[in-house]
């Protein structure tokens, strides 16, 4: 057998493949062809950095030039959907049943939510005289549905860092927002990974903590508002929605606990900081 | 699950990103153009339609259009079919990679990351590229002297970090 048949016959080598007499035979031939075994070394080196290229992630500005031209080509009316209150609903429940809900969401769902919140938001903000993006003026309050949807399917995902260090992701806010917003600090809350986020077309940032096993996300947001204590969110089905503001950095913290459980996440985090 | 252009694309940005840095050699301002001239025709035929995500190769189609219809690049090495490369280091480099990427011809460049990269049959290959066999065949001639290269660069950068005062001894 010559080496190209033998290489035919059993590349790609991550893939299954019968064991015929074929095989077999350009099997036998790699063993003894060291031009052959060289020639699979470097596949699998190939295949190993081909990995590292495939962790790369498309950078913030190119992400928001996408967003950008989506959400203008919609406001032209080119044609994209925005998902039924219905079914909005359904992705709720679909939480609730353990068949949704953040990590479990499919990309391609997880985009379309994420664009139809960035459509309201982006929409709404060209509306009123703002870029989609980078408003400096004063804001309005996120209103609470951006950070249900964005929890329940957050789109696309930018700048990130996983990291338990609240250290590390205090600069990380500071850096990428300017924010110099405290951690919640609550017994039991451990941080876990902090992302850059767009809610209602204004750059802020989720910081994901567990807590007994379960999940909770504290998202941040530059705020030019009123000051205003935490208060739990009117219903959003399975998720509890508490939101706060401290006049610079309007808060919230969006989990699948009960109201009180989370207000009480809060609180305490209040408390041990007074 | 039924999806929108706009749903598809948003899905697949890193995977559309990360091919645009290959076929354009590690170029960041060239990969970007080349996925902005490809948003640009997502623009246009979503015009004002809801239009059903089509095929799953839909954008990497696009995107190679869009690829293809730049400018040719000089290549400057040839698919010679030489013999695979003797040297297998360590790992190879990604900036070596994609270094080498840049010197090949663009089909050339589709080809193997459609292969090599994205692991799609010699038949899906062909026909995303709309060629025949033979024609894909003599374009994955140039993998090996694409590798040799490749691993040769890594090499040579790797005894350069070794021999450097400081630099990694293992």
Redesign the interface.
């Known amino acids: 057998m010559r080496c190209s048949e033998a290489r035919d016959a059993l590349w ?1 080598p ?2 299954p493949r019968l064991l015929d007499p074929h095989v077999q035979r350009a099997r036998n031939h790699v063993r003894g062809c060291p ?1 052959c075994v ?2 699979f ?3 699998r ?2 295949l ?3 990995d ?3 962790s ?4 913030t ?3 928001l ?3 950008d ?2 959400v ?3 406001a032209e ?5 925005r998902p039924s209150e219905s079914q909005d609903r359904a992705n709720t429940r679909a939480t609730a049943d353990g068949t949704g809900g953040p990590g479990r969401r ?7 939510g ?2 139809a919140l960035v459509t309201l938001g982006g929409i709404g903000a060209m509306v009123a005289g703002h870029g989609l993006l980078g408003s400096t003026g004063p804001t309005d309050s996120v209103a609470e549905e951006a950070f249900v949807e964005d929890y329940l399917r957050r ?2 995902g930018q700048d990130f860092l996983d990291s338990s260090d609240r250290e590390e992701i205090a600069r990380f806010l500071q850096r990428e927002l300017g924010l110099s917003s405290r951690l919640l600090d609550a017994p039991g809350l451990v941080p876990a990974r902090v992302e850059i986020c767009l809610l209602e077309g204004r750059r802020g940032a989720m910081v994901v903590y567990h807590h007994e096993g379960r999940t909770v996300t504290h998202y941040v947001v530059a705020d030019e508002g009123v000051p205003r204590g935490p208060r739990v969110a009117d219903d959003h089905g399975e998720l509890a929605v508490i939101t706060w503001s401290s006049g610079q950095v309007e808060e919230a913290l969006v989990g699948e606990l009960p109201p009180g459980e989370l207000l009480a996440l809060v609180r305490v985090d209040a408390l041990d900081s007074s | 699950m039924p999806g929108t252009m706009d749903e598809q694309l948003l899905s697949e940005l890193d995977t559309l990103w990360q091919m645009a840095l290959f076929l354009e050699g590690g170029d960041e301002a060239g990969a970007e153009a080349l996925l902005a001239g490809l948003l640009g025709d997502v623009v246009r035929e979503m015009d004002g339609r809801q239009e059903p995500a089509m095929a799953d190769d839909l954008f990497e189609r696009a995107l190679l259009r869009r690829f293809f219809e730049e400018a040719p690049p000089v290549s400057t090495i040839q698919g010679d079919g030489s013999m695979v490369a003797r040297v297998v280091g360590d790992g190879l480099s990604l900036l070596s990679l994609l270094d080498e990427v840049d010197r090949l011809p663009k089909r050339a460049r589709a080809a193997l990351w459609l292969v090599l990269v994205r692991r799609r049959s010699s038949d899906a290959a062909g026909v995303i590229l709309d060629i025949d066999e033979s024609h894909l065949r003599e374009l994955l001639r140039y993998r090996d002297t694409f590798m040799t290269r490749v691993l040769t660069r890594t090499a040579g950068r790797t005894r350069a970090e070794r021999a450097r005062p400081g630099g990694a001894t293992s």
Do not use: I, K, W
């Open positions: 790609p991550e893939l031009e060289r020639y070394a470097q596949d080196q190939l190993d950095t081909c590292r290229l495939r790369l992630r498309a950078p500005r190119v992400r030039r996408v967003l031209a989506l203008s080509a919609t009316g080119s044609g994209v959907s499919s990309g391609r769902r997880v985009a379309g994420f664009l789109g696309v």
